[in-house]
């Protein structure tokens, strides 16, 4: 060590440590160095999310955490620029007992009179913005599940009271029956012919956080389901969920269009055929548009059966121009988009 006086009147042997004994060894210094990356690398994403205790302490958050329903909770992510996730359901109510404030060094979240209904992922990450532009920092996230456990509500509470799931072959699909209480034993039922669905664990497994997870969906899974939760009382039943089999083609819309007429009357009808639970969207250019030429738009869906369990989403945009005249004659241009792309298809419309 360079600059400390040299006591010892005998050679410095290689790697001695004068001020500590010198039999110290460095070997076990390794496995500690290696424990603490790893440790380290597991609580990362748990590095900035905090949860204040009582008398000011503060607690780093596991994976999961449980509290009584009714409890408040407030929880604080350090940096100066945090964005949150949580519940979508309390922004969309505009719920008075979530608080959100940016302080200088750290983001606070207060959850007042928990509910059931908050049980979900509550996590924040930190903003990095150059000028406009602001990307998340995947070094300083953080995140855990907190179940608000409740006796009278073991499944948590939803607005509807039925619910569709689409089961797409090449991707799984999802029954979210989630729980308040995670040792909650769940089963699920079918509604006809009466029976309990077997959880293999493999093809059919149940995660509290998700609910039950079709990893292969076929058409033999539709039907109407139920979830049954027990945990230390009476068992309790979920909404009810109603699975579709869906088989069409992805991609851009399958799009058709067609015309008809009623005296001065002349519908132009665009038609996609597409899956359940992808939106469509319309875009028209006919004659008279750049004119100012009033037509009238209307867009609508529905869902159809096409034997065998399967389901499709038929979407329509209708353009109706009332009094036709020479300035409507020409090409009417139907687009249609969905997040696979777009597709234009025409037809000529004369007097």
């Known amino acids: 060590v360079i600059g400390q ?22 070997k076990p210094k390794a496995p500690k160095t290696k ?16 949860q204040v205790m009582d008398k000011g302490n503060f607690q780093k958050l596991a ?20 964005t949150w ?27 007042a009179n928990s509910t059931a209904a908050d049980t979900g992922e509550y996590s924040c990450w930190l903003q990095l913005c150059t000028g406009n532009k602001c990307r998340k920092d995947e070094t300083k996230t953080g995140s855990t599940y907190i179940f608000f456990t409740d006796k009278e ?9 039925f619910e569709i799931v689409y089961l797409n072959p090449d991707k799984p699909a999802v029954i979210p029956c989630r729980v308040t209480t995670p040792s909650a034993k769940v089963t ?28 292969h969906p076929t058409s033999d899974h539709k039907g109407i389901v139920y979830c049954k939760a027990e945990s230390q009382g009476a068992p309790q039943i979920s909404i009810k969920y109603h699975l579709l089999y869906v088989e ?33 969207n319309f875009r028209w250019q006919y004659p008279g548009q750049e004119s100012g030429r009033p037509v009238i738009i209307q867009n609508f869906w529905r869902l159809i059966n096409r034997g065998i369990g399967h389901t499709t989403r038929i979407s329509k945009s209708v ?15 139907c687009i249609a988009q969905n997040l696979q792309g777009e597709t234009a298809v025409a037809t000529k419309v004369e007097l």
């Open 5 to 26: 006086p040299t006591k010892s009147k005998r050679p410095k042997e290689p790697g001695e440590n004068k001020i500590r004994p010198v039999n110290k060894k460095v």
């Open 35 to 50: 424990e603490r990356e790893s440790v380290d690398s597991s609580l990362k994403s748990q590095s900035i999310l905090t």
């Open 63 to 82: 994976a999961n955490l449980s509290l009584a329903a009714g409890q408040s909770i407030e929880l604080r992510c350090k940096g100066n620029n945090v």
């Open 85 to 111: 996730n949580y519940p979508s359901y309390l922004d969309t109510f505009k719920d008075s007992r979530l608080s959100i404030k940016q302080l200088d060094r750290y983001s606070q979240l207060i959850l």
């Open 153 to 161: 509500e073991l499944f948590v509470p939803t607005p509807s009271y």
């Open 188 to 215: 699920l039922h079918r509604e006809f012919p009466a029976e309990e669905i077997e959880t293999d664990g493999t093809d059919i497994i149940y995660d509290a956080k998700k609910g039950f997870v079709f990893q």
């Open 248 to 280: 069409v083609p992805r991609g851009p819309p399958s799009t058709s269009i067609a015309v008809s007429s009623s005296g001065d009357h002349v519908h132009v009808v665009c038609t996609v055929l597409g899956e359940p639970d992808v939106d469509v």
């Open 319 to 333: 353009l109706l121009v009332e009094d036709f005249e020479d300035i409507d004659v020409g090409n009417y241009v």
